[in-house]
């Protein structure tokens, strides 16, 4: 019953008053998820994913299609940064009785919400019962919709409207793929990075791998012969030679002198929190410059606080755990980034690189 044009013209309406309209490809990908319901949709960094959410459960909610929405994120900051949007968003755009309830370890249920928005870890807790009431769910960062715990929470929805939104899903023929596909439904809009780089929407990118031959010769001849007579335990092997790495201090140096070189904001990246608090440690010792850390133990209100200085001058260090940083965290003012520690997943390193792609004054 909905067709392209009444939904263009009534969010153009909506937001005739507005400071920042929808663009014509956000308003065409939240229309193509309202009609198909069950669907996925690959947005980039920076492509609006919160606000073609926003848009979409305006729509559900002011026609009385859904009467209430469960909205299930990765992380804590995402609960917040979601709920501040959508309440920002509203004031400008459509003025709904809008009702956010916000779950994350501790805090009470409330039942006059009409958008719950939860952690996955608080959401997978909760009983079958609980999510009888909701009639659409949506996942944020659906990349990690093959996770057990996604999957737990979806199994337990029985509504039949749910989509989900990611920048970078998992590659084409890959079973992480098809298992979220299998709870959600197909791929139905793409909008890639550099579609958004040539329109000018996002900041352009340049990648540098910096190679580091800081080993001398007999240890990396010990690391061959270690592999070679344990190659059936080749991840014991490289958790070993992992542990070479960060333990380096030639190699932490060289981390700490191209850091420092670096003039306006940047953001490092670690996994393991041991080389967090290293990297925190040898900053602090050897530059007056204001350096952030967050990891998956630093408060939520403090994290905030990070953030907002964050956005305000140069020449500041934020270091931070991938968990907490990765994906989804709306930074502008973030000009260099550096991943101290790699991964395989293609998924991670592209939602890493996402934080630097935001536009803003002084990028070029």
């Given at each position: 019953?909905?067709?392209?044009?009444?939904?263009?013209?009534?969010?153009?309406?909506?937001?005739?008053?507005?400071e920042?309209?929808?663009?014509?490809?956000?308003?065409?990908?939240a229309?193509?998820?309202?009609?198909?319901?069950?669907?996925?949709?690959?947005?980039?960094?920076?492509?609006?994913?919160?606000?073609?959410?926003?848009?979409?459960?305006?729509?559900?909610?002011?026609?009385?299609?859904?009467?209430?929405?469960?909205?299930?994120?990765?992380?804590?900051?995402?609960?917040?940064?979601?709920?501040?949007d959508?309440?920002?968003?509203?004031?400008?755009?459509?003025?709904?009785?809008?009702?956010?309830?916000?779950?994350?370890?501790?805090?009470?249920?409330?039942?006059?919400?009409?958008?719950?928005?939860?952690?996955?870890?608080?959401?997978?807790?909760?009983?079958?019962?609980?999510?009888?009431e909701?009639?659409?769910?949506?996942?944020?960062?659906?990349?990690?919709?093959?996770?057990?715990?996604?999957?737990?929470i979806?199994?337990?929805?029985?509504?039949?409207?749910?989509?989900?939104?990611?920048?970078?899903?998992?590659?084409?023929?890959?079973?992480?793929?098809?298992?979220i596909?299998?709870?959600?439904?197909?791929?139905?809009?793409?909008?890639?990075?550099?579609?958004?780089?040539?329109?000018?929407?996002?900041?352009?990118?340049?990648?540098?791998?910096?190679?580091?031959?800081?080993a001398?010769?007999?240890?990396?001849e010990?690391?061959?012969?270690?592999?070679?007579?344990?190659?059936?335990?080749?991840?014991?092997?490289?958790?070993?030679?992992?542990?070479?790495?960060?333990?380096?201090?030639?190699?932490?140096?060289?981390?700490?002198?191209?850091?420092?070189?670096?003039?306006?904001?940047?953001l490092?990246?670690?996994?393991?929190?041991?080389?967090?608090?290293?990297?925190?440690?040898?900053?602090?010792?050897?530059?007056?410059?204001?350096?952030?850390?967050?990891?998956?133990?630093?408060?939520?209100?403090?994290?905030?606080?990070?953030?907002?200085?964050?956005?305000?001058g140069?020449?500041?260090?934020?270091?931070?755990?991938?968990?907490?940083?990765?994906?989804?965290?709306?930074?502008?003012?973030?000009?260099?980034?550096?991943?101290?520690?790699?991964?395989?997943?293609?998924?991670?390193?592209?939602?890493?690189?996402?934080?630097?792609?935001?536009?803003?004054?002084?990028?070029?």
């Amino acid at each position: 019953t909905i067709n392209q044009e009444e939904f263009t013209n009534r969010v153009n309406e909506k937001w005739a008053k507005a400071e920042k309209k929808p663009r014509d490809y956000q308003i065409e990908s939240a229309f193509k998820i309202i009609k198909y319901k069950c669907c996925l949709a690959e947005l980039a960094t920076s492509a609006g994913k919160t606000l073609m959410t926003y848009m979409i459960l305006s729509y559900l909610l002011d026609k009385g299609i859904c009467k209430k929405v469960l909205m299930v994120v990765p992380n804590v900051d995402l609960v917040l940064q979601g709920a501040e949007d959508f309440y920002e968003y509203n004031r400008a755009s459509v003025e709904l009785d809008l009702e956010i309830q916000q779950i994350y370890a501790g805090s009470k249920i409330r039942n006059n919400a009409n958008i719950v928005i939860g952690t996955y870890q608080s959401l997978t807790k909760k009983d079958a019962e609980f999510f009888d009431e909701y009639d659409c769910v949506v996942i944020d960062e659906a990349h990690s919709g093959s996770s057990v715990s996604v999957k737990t929470i979806l199994e337990k929805c029985k509504c039949d409207r749910r989509f989900g939104i990611s920048g970078t899903f998992p590659k084409e023929g890959t079973l992480d793929r098809i298992t979220i596909m299998s709870h959600t439904g197909p791929i139905i809009s793409t909008i890639r990075a550099d579609f958004l780089m040539k329109e000018g929407y996002i900041s352009t990118c340049k990648v540098v791998v910096l190679e580091l031959n800081y080993a001398d010769k007999e240890t990396k001849e010990a690391f061959k012969r270690i592999y070679e007579s344990n190659r059936s335990q080749g991840a014991k092997v490289l958790k070993l030679e992992q542990n070479y790495c960060i333990e380096n201090k030639t190699r932490l140096q060289f981390i700490i002198d191209s850091v420092l070189r670096v003039k306006k904001n940047s953001l490092i990246l670690f996994y393991r929190i041991e080389y967090g608090n290293k990297l925190y440690d040898a900053l602090r010792l050897q530059t007056d410059r204001k350096i952030f850390y967050i990891d998956g133990g630093v408060d939520k209100d403090l994290r905030g606080i990070q953030k907002e200085e964050l956005e305000e001058g140069e020449g500041k260090i934020m270091i931070a755990s991938y968990g907490t940083f990765a994906q989804g965290i709306n930074v502008k003012n973030i000009h260099k980034i550096f991943l101290t520690e790699s991964f395989k997943s293609d998924t991670i390193i592209r939602q890493s690189i996402g934080r630097g792609l935001r536009l803003h004054a002084q990028k070029d």
